[in-house]
């Protein structure tokens, strides 16, 4: 099996969404998802001894490789490329669009591993990946800052071309704010709080003309390409 997608790929897939369904069937979407990656994980820990490709993907000891499990999961959602590229349209939730990708954290007991990723193909849930540890790691943190217990919810904002992360993070129907995972990535060991999380409205007021010179620049490189 190829744990590896290369970037061009992921672009492409990434802007397939779903049509829009009813919450309960949204679950038994998810709950699928995460029945398949129970399973790929299980094929890619199943018997196996440490080996450098592990080591890549973030496994770091055997002991991360025998009790590898599937964690916390999240829904993959992105911005709407169309409505970012208008500047008469201002910014609102419609901007934030579902995607046809499932992240899992992979664990070993409390430990945070590293990511496996899970993308809707012809009607059924199917492997796409396996890495980024950094973000594993850093989502991690943010779990244990706002726990689900506590009534925290989460959702992972992935943006492209860019390929730059985010987790928004509510109670109940309140947004509490939003983390750019690069800013924990870049200090691992650095205590998080309140004093992390962003206005999600100033943020992406802050980085829309950002996402929108790289969205034009990676359109007019495929345009190139095409040629």
Known sequence: ????????????VAFILYAPCPAAEIDMHFENGKRAAKEEIGKFVKGQTLAPHHQEMGFETQDDIDHAKIGMGFPVFTVDTDKMLDDTVPWDESFIIPTDRLYFIVVAGKKAITFLQMHFVDGTWAFAEMGGADRAKAVQRILMTWPVSSGYRYRYIRVY?????S?????GKTRIGIIPLSTLVDKPGKAIDSSDLQDPNEYWARFRPIIKKHIEGYRKMRQ???K
């Open 1 to 12: 099996m190829k744990y590896y997608l290369y970037v061009s790929v992921i672009l492409t």
């Open 161 to 165: 071309p860019i390929i730059t992360d």
């Open 167 to 171: 987790i928004e993070i509510s109670r």
């Open 224 to 226: 190139i390409r095409s």
